[in-house]
């Protein structure tokens, strides 16, 4: 006998099917991959990532797992009833379902709470013995031990980079916006061993695709020790190359630059949120100083590091004039990627709680919570301000001759602690990266946040009563 099937989807679209956006991001989320490593084999597994692909609701599959995060909440609740109208059973988990379980459980046959390792072998046992419980809810902060490696033979050829894993978990800090600070967890370490095992358990891909990789913590450096001794490790499986994330402070260390560099790391994720030093102050992001920006950038160039770095606009001490300054300002500094958004007041952080009990949230529609959307109003810019800088920023980063300025910056700024050979090698590997970031960051900007700053006018019209912020037109 076939043995019963499931799927398991990590769902992407915010604004519904009918408004799909497919992204062309190099590399997929963990969860999918993940939580596929985890499922016993009792059943067969299919993995969907609605970032590239659309969902088959005829699919044969006889159980649904979605994963999703709080802007997609909406959207899953309608998947989920699509699928049950059609017999299947469908569970879900993720960030959104952890933290607001009891607006997810209505929807769903069931919902897992928390880290699905400690959990999901038996959700799974459970649901094909036809005794599925409604919650299944996961230890605090369990141990990061024994984790099986994800399956990246299931994730799908659109993707440059299936090669996802992650050494830790946590944060050392506490920004008001992030949502690891609605519920605080202790910063954890995968034994070194473990991560290793993940990063060559890749028999099943192609040659080239084994060779690339990307570490999906939220800050690799959130315990430098541990993360000198892993790149050390990974150092010695001479990939082509490795992305990772930490936070901006993990600079000042050259021994860590070092050891990335030896370690093949092309790219860095790095939270930078803002140039304007009062703006950081008001989301308690202390570790950033925004005139050391220039400098620790020089760092990564130098060692041949692109760095890909998320900004924010609509904090709430962000002006006009700086707004005006950005594009200049972005220029001295020398990124080689943005990740341009919106700041988004994510329910249950510290950042949501302020807004709300100052009567500024405008807009209490989930899905529209993903960086695209402006939904609450700053305290000193306007929405034709913040609109209006995310287009100006975005065009002038963007446009192919500045594109081009900052990769040919990049390419002559590597110095020889680099490595001749290594420089040659990565040329190609490191050029696709930052091409594919910079016309992903563009395709992003012209699908998704150009039409919503149409939209916009209309909406923030409509709602003149709320205050001056919302009267000037778009």
């Not at 190359?241 to 936070?247: N, R």
Request: proline content about 7%; some cysteine; charged content about 25%.
């Amino acid at each position: 006998m076939s043995k019963p099937k499931l799927q398991i989807i990590v769902l992407f679209q915010n604004l519904g099917e009918n408004q799909a956006y497919f992204a062309r991001s190099p590399a997929p989320p963990l969860a999918g991959a993940l939580v596929a490593g985890l499922t016993p084999p009792i059943v067969e597994v299919e993995l969907l990532h609605e970032m590239v692909r659309p969902i088959d609701y005829t699919t044969d599959a006889d159980f649904i797992a979605l994963s999703f995060m709080d802007y997609c909440a909406p959207h899953a609740f309608e998947v989920a009833r699509k699928f049950k109208l059609l017999g299947k059973t469908v569970v879900a988990g993720g960030k959104y379902a952890s933290t607001f379980p009891e607006k997810v459980i209505p929807h769903m046959d069931a919902v897992v709470v928390g880290e699905a390792e400690p959990v999901w072998a038996r959700v799974v046992e459970d649901m094909v013995n036809g005794r599925l419980n409604r919650v299944y809810e996961a230890p605090f902060a369990p141990p990061l031990d024994n984790i099986p490696p994800p399956r990246y033979d299931l994730i799908e050829p659109a993707y440059a980079v299936p090669v996802v894993t992650e050494a830790t978990r946590g944060c050392k800090y506490s920004c008001s916006y992030c949502q690891l600070t609605i519920e605080r967890k202790p910063f954890r370490m995968r034994p070194i061993e473990d991560v290793i095992r993940d990063l060559t358990a890749t028999e099943k891909l192609p040659f080239h695709k084994r060779k690339m990789a990307m570490l999906l913590d939220n800050n690799l450096g959130g315990d430098m020790g541990y993360a000198k001794e892993l790149l050390t490790e990974i150092a010695k499986l001479k990939l082509w190359g490795l992305g990772t994330q930490f936070s901006f402070d993990c600079l000042h260390d050259d021994e860590f630059l070092d050891l990335l560099a030896k370690a093949r790391c092309g790219m860095a994720f790095i939270g930078l949120e803002s140039l304007n030093e009062p703006s950081l102050l008001s989301v308690h992001k202390k570790q950033n100083k925004v005139e050391e920006y220039k400098e620790l950038f020089e760092k990564l160039k130098e060692r041949g590091i692109l760095t890909f770095t998320g900004m924010m606009l609509a904090l709430d001490e962000d002006t006009p004039s700086y707004y005006e300054s950005l594009p200049g300002q972005l220029d001295e500094i020398d990124p080689s990627t943005i990740l341009l958004s919106i700041s988004i007041p994510i329910p249950g952080t510290p950042f949501h709680k302020k807004v709300e009990s100052e009567g500024r949230l405008i807009d209490r529609d989930l899905s529209h919570y993903e960086g695209d959307h402006l939904v609450f109003r700053p305290n000193k810019v306007t929405a034709h301000d913040v609109f209006a800088a995310f287009r100006n920023v975005n065009m002038y980063f963007y446009s192919w001759k500045n594109i081009l300025r900052r990769w040919f910056r990049f390419i002559r700024k590597q110095n020889a602690r680099s490595g001749v050979l290594r420089r040659i090698l990565q040329a190609p590997i490191l050029s696709m990266i930052f091409f594919r970031l910079s016309i992903f960051q563009r395709d992003h900007a012209q699908k998704k946040v150009y039409p919503e700053a149409r939209t916009s006018r209309r909406r923030w019209w409509a709602r003149r009563e709320l205050g001056t912020g919302a009267r000037r037109p778009l």
